[in-house]
């Protein structure tokens, strides 16, 4: 199915889906607008067999997603506040996070409030020597919306978010990378090539294990769940797939598994 967007670029390479915010002269900000279609575009590619790996970036060098869009907001209230953010979590932030593909986040640039809520709910974070990221919310008189307070922590620890998020400052790539929020920083020129490099790596691997991976890690962050307990039933369950069959099969014949 052939989807129309306004403010994205939807691209098949292979088997990597890549989605480009695609609002330059805006420098790529999120309105609501733009995050349905994020919305639409990260479901299609969930519900594509064809698809393994999902890539997102932002258009030019300037900016992976300058933040919110500001304007859009500043006058609600209460009531809707709550459900901007509500219907952010459900719609985009918490569907990438729990989405059974892997997501890959290229930040090239500016990666500010929700651009910065964008990237950490990616399961991995490639940045450009140029990244720069912060939560500057509280400069505005409100706090992160979409998972801000909640992954920047689990992924930088809590002192550093609460640091972060209070001062409203912004970093650069090597400290994000000494945080722990980005895992590689790359030349400006080689940030998506790197970030390919890294899906076709994933691609190699079971996309069933892939998922209960996935599934297993954010198990560790619920306080519903026992993750430990959460693994060992996912590790069981891996044993009835074709996946496991093909991935034990090719490395007593000493090839290469064709998942």
Known sequence: MQLNFKNILVETEGRIQSITINRPSKLNALDQATIKELSIAIQAAEDNNEIKVILITGAGEKAFVAG??????????VKEGKILSQKGHQELFSRIDNLSKP???????????????????AHIRIFSENARVGLPETSLGVIPGYG?????????GKGRAMQMILSAEMIDASTALKYGITTVVVPQEDLIDTAKKMANKIMKNAP?????AIQCINASYSHEIDG????????????????????????????????
Do not use: H, M, W
Not at 114 to 121: C, F, Q, V
Not at 148 to 155: D, E, H, K, P, S
Not at 208 to 212: D, E, N, P, R
Not at 239 to 258: Q, W
């Open 208 to 212: 069933s294990a892939l998922t209960k």
């Open 68 to 77: 919110a869009d500001i304007s859009e907001f500043s006058d609600f209230s």
């Open 228 to 259: 430990f307990g959460y693994e060992i039933d996912a590790f069981g369950s891996c044993f009835d797939t074709p996946d496991f069959k093909e991935g034990t099969k090719a490395f007593l014949e000493k090839r290469k598994a064709n998942f």
């Open 103 to 121: 997501v890959i986040a290229a930040v090239n640039g500016f990666a500010l409030g929700g651009g910065l809520e964008l990237a950490l709910s």
């Open 148 to 156: 801000g307070t909640q992954r920047l922590a689990q992924i930088a």
